[in-house]
């Protein structure tokens, strides 16, 4: 026997390739050997970035006496949550549902059969704080599993029982209207957070998806309230420590209130997501400062996220070696006044520190400081920032970075190509519009391959062995669609297309619900139906944004249908828990305004399509493009000609189109520019 991880492209279950434990991955053959060998299963679930998986990894899976003892009594399965979202949801319901909490790393034991009996996340390797060591669980459950079998068959049975009986309904009668989006914004501001923005307490997650249904209804309905929650919110996470201020980039959440320390890895949804609230914001109010975040943004996921093949890596790590070889969470990010002074000098350094908020007794660990701009410094001299902030730049390129997995995951992608895109084309930077249609070619040429289905993840441009779950369907096509609507490339329109096709015949239900594994999916013991959005729009509300975009384009009923049955479980949700269905909200405001379908005869790029792509009317879409062949790329483009020979926007919703213009400040007006 040996350890089987090496033959993954999962960078998590390669980093466990050298494990003394023999791994198994998620496979029927490892539930076989189970069977054979009459022993249970152990489920480790991780991913590459996680702090507390190193953790447990380094005292317990690198331990050669735990790794005999698990060896001896188990067969241990390593999945990597982010390769199969499935497996996670399903197990991670039942650990939430019998011990009120769930988190990485996640430890559950299940029968040959796959069903749960015991569970928990993090072991420490000796006993403390009430917590059983990880040995005396191991210990605990192999007796519970020689001596009562029985029992072990029971719980597992009832928690099988249990899941299966969760099964959702679509979520009410019809599509979310006024009443429920604004009772969601009520619901908002109960929670917002009015000194330091943000929503709820600590830990603080940025809340990307409830910002841009917030500044979506401020388009719709001119409420300054929910402007200002989303202004707010966004000025106080640019200026804290969960912000890079070095180099750009959001970091995971904020462990306080205030967004001082950050948990610092950097993951590529959060960083998809804010690029491209910030952005929507500047084409809101014109503020200089999400301008500055939406391209610090874009440029952070390029150069640090980019891989060879043109995809976008998922994660960068917490962790890095500090000055003295420890591996430690934060170590390439804090900064010491001492540390300061030895790349600024005194003067300089005296500045930064007041500038970047660095004291004396620190604001994290060890006397370090994470920088932020706590803002009490009065005016600045912005010559001398810049000068500052590149020379404390080059010499944290010195220190050991953070590790990055590299895997290449379809909807995290779809969303960067999306952020990419438009911050692109809104800034004049062809060059972030070019990365974006070399991730999204990535994506066709890999990741549907020859299979014409989507595969979940990629690595050095070798596809995975995981199908593509609902998320990636949904984000995908959004990130198509709006490369579609900036290069004028009907291309990108037809493969969302093709996607949405297939969310249509493999992951639709009765009523409009939506599954998050298709049809032909590997069987759980559970299906997972997730609508909740959480650090990424749910594959429900994602695959209901695209298709109801995919329809404005090509005025397919089928695909409005689906998406109006799909948003019925926004109508059951917004209105009672607003911060977790944000994308599904910012959905509903399209659908309440539309969305306004706006065809531009005209060159891409040229003055009416530039103007057509930053108005704010809530989801709009846009087909620009000129000549006798526009209309087969874009349906929208069909007899649709210019007006005395000069570029002309039509504006339509609701199937009433205004008069064409061929002014570019009338078209600003009618889509709320």
Known sequence: MANRLAQTTSPYLLQHADNPVDWWPWSPEAFEEARKRDVPVLLSVGYASCHWCHVMAHESFEDETVAAYLNAHFVPVKVDREERPDVDAVYMEAVQAATGHGGWPMTVFLTADAEPFYFGTYFPPEARHGSPSFQQVLEGVAAAWTDRREEVAEVAGRIVADLAGRSLVHGGDGVPGEQETAQALLGLTREYDEQHGGFGGAPKFPPAMAVEFLLRHYARTGSEGALQMAADTCSAMARGGIYDQLGGGFARYSVDREWVVPHFEKMLYDNAL???????????????????????????????????????????DADSEDADGRHVEGAFYVWTPGQLREVLGEDDAAFAAAYFGVTEEGTFEEGASVLRLPGDTGPVDAARVADVRAR??????????????????????????AALAETGAYFDRPDLVERATEAADLLVRVHLGEVARLTRTSKDGRAGDNAGVLEDYGDVAEGFLALAAVTGEGAWLEFAGFLLDIVLEQFTGEGG?????????EQLIRRPQDPTDSATPSGWTAAAGALLSYAAYTGSEAHRTAAEGALGVVKALGPRVPRFVGWGLAVAETLLDGPREVAVAGPVGGELHRTALLGRAPGAVVAAGEGPGAGAEFPLLVDRPQVGGEPTAYVCRHFVCDAPTTDAAELATKLGG
């Open 513 to 521: 619900q939506l599954y998050d594994t298709a049809h032909d999916a």
């Open 274 to 316: 804010l690029c491209r609230v910030y952005a929507h914001l500047w084409r809101t109010t014109g503020s200089d400062e999400a301008r500055r975040i939406a391209l610090e943004t874009a440029d952070f996921m390029v150069r640090e996220l980019r891989t060879a093949e043109g995809g976008f890596a998922s994660a960068l």
């Open 392 to 417: 404390l730049l080059a010499a944290r390129a010195e220190r050991p970075r953070p590790g990055r997995d590299d895997k290449v995951v379809a909807a995290w992608n779809g969303l960067a190509i």
